[in-house]
């Protein structure tokens, strides 16, 4: 069920993440824009990672939060494995290298609460992209585009 954005920043709205399509940003990487983050910097997305996945190195300019909605995953740099239920907070400089078990059976689908960026890195550690609210949601509304999909009323601005 769609909404419209509210003109009023003290109006409580909701989001029907059902309402909202997936896109494919990358081969196994799918991301639904469920909030922009207007004047704040800080948006939500839902993303949906492939079995095996590895997205590339990426330090945070700002806090996350995550929440596991199905599936599991984890960063590199860590021992421990977020599933279903799991939260999980990333203070503000964080590093890591997010991935998917290859013996996994089902896609991770989280919901992550972004402040401010994130820098992706290559091998090398050498930055390559920064992605933020408005580059999240540019590449959300090429990608809708693409599919010949109108931009749905149901993100939060």
């Known amino acids: 069920m769609p909404i419209s954005a509210a003109a009023n920043d003290t109006v409580t709205t909701i989001a029907y993440a059902e309402s909202i399509p997936w896109v494919e940003l990358y081969e196994g990487i799918e991301m639904k824009m469920l909030r922009r983050g207007e004047g704040t910097g800080i948006y939500t997305v839902m993303n949906r990672f492939a079995p095996g996945i590895e997205l590339p190195k990426h330090r945070h300019v700002g806090a996350v939060h995550g929440y596991t909605i199905e599936g599991r995953w984890g960063y ?15 203070p503000s400089g ?64």
């Open 94 to 157: 964080s590093v890591h290298t997010l991935y998917v078990p290859d013996d996994a059976t089902d896609a991770a689908v989280v919901v992550f609460v972004i402040e401010q960026a994130l820098i992706l890195m290559d091998e090398n550690e050498e930055e390559f992209m920064t992605q933020d609210a408005d580059t999240i949601d540019e590449m959300y509304r090429a990608c809708l585009a693409a599919r010949g999909i109108d931009y749905p009323d149901g993100v939060l601005p």
């Open 76 to 90: 590199r740099e860590y021992a421990w494995i977020a599933d279903k239920g799991g939260y999980v907070f990333e």
